[in-house]
C-alpha cells in the first residue's frame, strides 16, 4: 500500500511538473495517509530512498510551478524583523487562552508556542498600520471566498490564505510570477484551466482562481488528511512535507516536522495562524477596519458584444477607472476584449448596470471611432495555453528562441528543467508561445 502510495504521488508530481497536462489522478485514486488510516508506526517504514525524495525536492522547488503558490507575496511572510526581541502586545496567559478557544471551532492546530506568539506579536507591532485596509478588503473578498470553501468542503478558516498570499490584491505578482490571490504559477493555473492571454489572466479573477485554489486544497487534504499540512505542502509542494515526516520519524503534527521543512514554510504556517488569530479578535486587539467602497453584492456582471476600454466605459456612464480596475482585475492592459464562443463581461455597481445597458450602443459607437484613429491596434487576442515542442536549430540560442516566441529565457529553462543555457542542434524544447 504504501509502495503504492509513493509510486501515485511521483507520478502525480511528474505529470505536474514536466507533462504540463491536466491533472488525470482523481482524489478518490488517492490512498489517505491520516492518523486514523496509516499508524505512525507504519508510516516510518515506508521507503522513501533518498533519490526519491532529492527527485520530490527537484520536481517541486528547482521547476517553481508545482506548487502554485510556491514563492509567497514579500511583504506579508518577510518575517526578519521578528528575529530580534519582540514587544509583547499579548501575555502568554491571554494568547493561551485565546489559542485554544480558536483550536476548539477550527479543524487546524493553534496550539501555544513561544514562536508563533512571537509572530502574532511582532505582526501586531510592525503591520498594525496596515490591518483597518487590508479588513476593508476582506469585507469585499471573504464573502465570495466562503462560498465556494463551502461547496469544496474546506474549512472557512482557510480564507486567511488569501491574505498570507497576497494580502488580498488580485493583480499580486512575485518575484518568479506567481500571480493573483492565491498566487498561481502559470503552468499549475494552466492546470487548473486559468486562461492566460494577451488580454486576460484568470489567475487575478477572484472567482476562477478561488475555485482552483480550492480543487487544489481538496487535493492536498485528501493526500495528507491533516489541513496544517496541506497548508504546509500548498507552500512548499507535498514532496516537501512527506520529507520533513520521513525526517522527523514519522511524525504528522505539524510542529514536530516544522523543523524539517525550508526555511520559507516553517514560517508560513505561523502566518496563516498569526492571521486568523488577529482577525478574529481585532476588536479586542485595538484594530477596526476602514469600511469597504463597495461590496461584492453591490455589483453585477455584463456581457460585452464587442471589445472596449475601461476609459470608454468611464466616459459614457461615469464608473472611476480605480472601481473599474478593481471589479475587473483579470483584464491585464484595462480593455475587455470580445472573442466569438468567448463570454467576456464587465463587473459594475449594481447601481451602473443600467446606465451601461441604456449607453450600450453609445459605448460601441465610441470605441469603433477611437479604434479608427489609433495609430497602433489593440493586441491580437491571443491564447497563451498551447503547449509546443522546438527543435533546436544551428544558429539557435536561447535569447533567439525566446524573443522568436515572446517568453522570457528563464520561462524556457523552467519549462525544460534547464540549469544552464547550452543548446544541441535538433534537442527539443517545450515552449508555450505568447506569439507565433
Given at each position: 500500500m504504501q509502495k503504492a502510495f509513493l509510486f501515485v504521488v511521483i507520478v502525480f508530481l511528474s505529470i505536474n511538473s514536466l507533462a504540463q497536462k491536466d491533472i488525470i489522478v482523481t482524489l478518490d485514486s488517492i490512498p489517505k495517509i491520516g492518523i486514523n488510516s496509516v499508524p505512525v508506526a507504519e508510516l516510518k517504514t515506508v521507503k522513501y530512498s533518498d533519490d526519491d525524495l532529492k527527485r520530490i525536492d527537484s520536481l517541486l522547488?528547482?521547476?517553481?510551478?508545482?506548487?502554485?503558490?510556491?514563492?509567497?507575496?514579500?511583504?506579508?511572510?518577510?518575517?526578519?524583523?521578528?528575529?530580534?526581541?519582540t514587544t509583547q502586545f499579548v501575555s502568554p496567559e491571554l494568547l493561551k487562552s485565546r489559542l485554544a478557544e480558536i483550536n476548539s471551532t477550527t479543524p487546524f492546530n493553534l496550539a501555544f508556542n513561544p514562536a508563533?506568539?512571537?509572530?502574532?506579536?511582532?505582526?501586531?507591532?510592525?503591520r498594525k498600520k496596515?490591518?483597518?485596509a487590508l479588513m476593508a478588503r476582506a469585507k469585499y473578498y471573504f464573502p465570495l471566498f466562503e462560498q465556494y470553501l463551502d461547496q469544496y468542503d474546506i474549512p472557512l478558516e482557510m480564507k486567511y490564505l488569501a491574505i498570507v498570499e497576497s494580502s488580498l490584491y488580485p493583480r499580486a505578482k512575485s518575484r518568479v510570477g506567481a500571480t493573483g490571490l492565491w498566487q498561481f504559477m502559470y503552468g499549475t493555473g494552466k492546470q487548473y484551466k486559468l486562461a492566460v492571454n494577451s488580454y486576460v489572466d484568470e489567475r487575478q479573477d477572484p472567482v476562477k482562481s478561488t475555485i482552483?485554489?480550492?480543487?487544489?486544497?481538496?487535493f492536498l487534504n485528501n493526500l495528507f488528511n491533516d489541513w496544517d499540512l496541506a497548508l504546509a505542502a500548498y507552500n512548499s509542494g507535498p514532496g516537501n512535507v512527506l520529507?520533513?515526516?520521513?525526517?522527523?520519524?514519522?511524525?504528522?503534527?505539524?510542529?514536530?516536522?516544522?523543523?524539517?521543512?525550508?526555511?520559507?514554510?516553517?514560517?508560513?504556517?505561523?502566518?496563516f495562524y498569526a492571521t486568523m488569530y488577529i482577525f478574529k479578535y481585532n476588536d479586542e486587539l485595538g484594530i477596526y477596519p476602514d469600511t469597504p467602497s463597495i461590496y461584492?453584492?453591490?455589483?453585477?456582471t455584463v456581457q460585452v458584444k464587442r471589445t472596449i476600454t475601461f476609459d470608454q466605459i468611464t466616459e459614457k456612464i461615469g464608473v472611476d477607472g480605480e472601481t473599474l480596475?478593481?471589479?475587473?482585475?483579470?483584464?491585464?492592459?484595462?480593455?475587455i476584449p470580445?472573442?466569438?464562443?468567448?463570454?467576456?463581461?464587465?463587473?459594475?455597481p449594481k447601481n451602473k448596470i443600467i446606465d451601461f445597458l441604456d449607453k450600450e450602443r453609445e459605448i460601441y459607437e465610441l470605441a469603433a471611432v477611437e479604434d479608427s484613429l489609433r495609430e497602433k491596434p489593440l493586441p491580437k487576442y491571443f491564447e497563451m495555453d498551447k503547449r509546443i515542442r522546438y527543435k533546436v536549430k544551428s544558429g539557435d540560442y536561447l535569447g533567439k528562441i525566446a524573443r522568436k516566441f515572446g517568453v522570457k529565457i528563464k520561462d524556457i529553462k523552467r519549462w525544460n528543467n534547464m540549469r544552464g543555457t547550452n543548446l544541441k542542434i535538433g534537442q527539443g524544447l517545450y515552449i508555450y508561445p505568447r506569439r507565433m
Open positions: 522547488v528547482e521547476a517553481k510551478f508545482d506548487s502554485p503558490l510556491f514563492d509567497s507575496f514579500e511583504y506579508v511572510l518577510d518575517d526578519k524583523d521578528i528575529t530580534t526581541t508563533l506568539e512571537k509572530v502574532i506579536n511582532s505582526y501586531l507591532k510592525h496596515y490591518y483597518p482552483a485554489a480550492c480543487k487544489y486544497l481538496s520529507k520533513a515526516i520521513k525526517r522527523s520519524g514519522g511524525y504528522r503534527n505539524y510542529w514536530n516536522i516544522r523543523p524539517f521543512l525550508p526555511m520559507e514554510t516553517a514560517g508560513y504556517v505561523p502566518a461584492n453584492f453591490q455589483t453585477d480596475s478593481f471589479l475587473n482585475p483579470k483584464y491585464k492592459i484595462d480593455v470580445y472573442v466569438k464562443k468567448k463570454n467576456f463581461s464587465v463587473r459594475l
